[in-house]
């Protein structure tokens, strides 16, 4: 039944029917779950390290998530979380304030609601002055989000706004997991993103094909099969097209997940690869994942990079929220079973 539960120790609460469990985190809004009941599989990444309630955190008692900035965001993260309103780090002087990175949203306490087949979620980013509210409707073997960011203050602020989707075990396997996309014009993370990156840095590339520190090109429709790797590239989803999307299939579970979106909304696909290269904690190279992070900027950076940035393949890195203004976007995420990787992905009609 829909309401307040737990899931892997965590507050939570579910809507399901008779496909799709959707299971969404108290602290920290994360969608933890997108079961599929047919194949019994979540394609979302848990991972492999304990993970607590962001509210509970203490940097002195809790070393095993590191010491970086990150570490309030990694004791908590789970399977898609909300980057709002950065994506990425914060400045010194944010960070001094309390800003986590990827900002508030990922660790602050929604209010949820859920009923059957419906969940919304609410919460207030104090520092922003931000309110983020989410409506979760599942259609099938659909799932529609309808979100919104309003800004109380007064003047107009400059966002970074991205859904950081990210997968993992079982679904994602080392050399057999499949991905689509419609993107185009593509461009490597502009510095060392890991210490296993295989991708020439800041290279510009056409999707899928991008160019290789060994030479030649490395094809990223399928995830690699070597034993650490590490690599970010950012994608402007195609222009010519009202819709953007992404999907995974695998084919172990022959089982397809991806989300589709308005590409007016969020024209960027940026995609995390972490293949055993972090060894630090909480990572301590156990980690395979790959993010799949649709938002308004092409890469995770502070707030003043993003606006200085401010346009890549004529395309504009962040979005403006207006003073005293309400913005709202769709998408939807479809899990589905199917016997082949798909070529593109359609939300439900």
């Not at 499949?178 to 993103?193: D, L, N, P, Q, Y």
């Not at 020439?200 to 999707?207: H, M, R, S, T, Y």
């Not at 900027?297 to 962040?318: H, N």
């Not at 998408?331 to 079973?337: G, I, L, P, R, T």
């Amino acid at each position: 039944m829909p309401g307040l539960q737990t899931y892997r120790g965590r507050r939570a609460s579910s809507i399901e029917n008779d496909r799709l469990r959707v299971t969404v985190l108290f602290e920290g809004g994360h969608v933890a779950e997108v079961l599929d009941k047919g194949s019994g599989m979540n394609p979302l990444w848990t991972p492999p390290w304990p993970s607590i309630e962001p509210s509970t955190y203490d940097a002195a008692l809790h070393t095993a998530y590191g010491e970086g900035v990150d570490a309030r965001l990694l004791s908590g993260i789970m399977g898609h979380n909300l980057c709002a309103d950065i994506f990425g780090g914060p400045s010194a002087e944010e960070a001094a304030a309390g800003l986590p990175v990827h900002g508030e949203a990922s660790t602050v306490l929604y209010e949820i609601s859920a009923d059957e087949g419906e969940l919304t979620m609410q919460a207030d980013l104090p520092l922003a002055g931000l309110r983020i509210e989410r409506r979760l409707r599942l259609h099938g073997q659909a799932v529609s989000f309808r979100e919104s960011i309003e800004n109380r203050g007064g003047i107009d602020r400059a966002i970074g706004w991205t859904q950081h989707v990210t997968l993992g075990p079982p679904f994602l396997q080392k050399g057999e997991t499949i991905f689509r996309a419609s993107a185009t014009r593509s461009r490597v993370h502009e510095g060392e993103f890991g210490t296993a990156d295989y991708l020439v840095a800041g290279a510009d590339f056409d999707w899928p094909l991008a160019p290789a520190t060994r030479g030649g090109t490395v094809d990223l429709q399928r995830y690699p099969a070597g034993a650490v790797s590490s690599a970010y590239t950012a994608h402007l989803m195609d222009p010519r097209q009202d819709r953007a999307f992404f999907l995974a299939y695998s084919p172990a579970a022959r089982l397809a997940f991806g989300y589709v979106w308005k590409r007016s909304d969020f024209p960027w696909l940026g995609i995390w690869e972490e293949n055993g290269s972090r060894v630090q904690p909480p990572w301590n190279g156990q980690t395979l994942t790959r993010g799949m992070e649709f938002g308004v900027s092409p890469f995770p950076e502070s707030r003043r990079q993003m606006v200085e940035r401010g346009r890549l393949f004529e395309s504009p890195t962040f979005r403006w929220i207006p003073a005293r203004s309400r913005v709202s976007v769709e998408y939807w995420c479809v899990c589905h079973a199917a016997d082949s990787a798909p070529e593109t992905l359609e939300r439900p009609a």
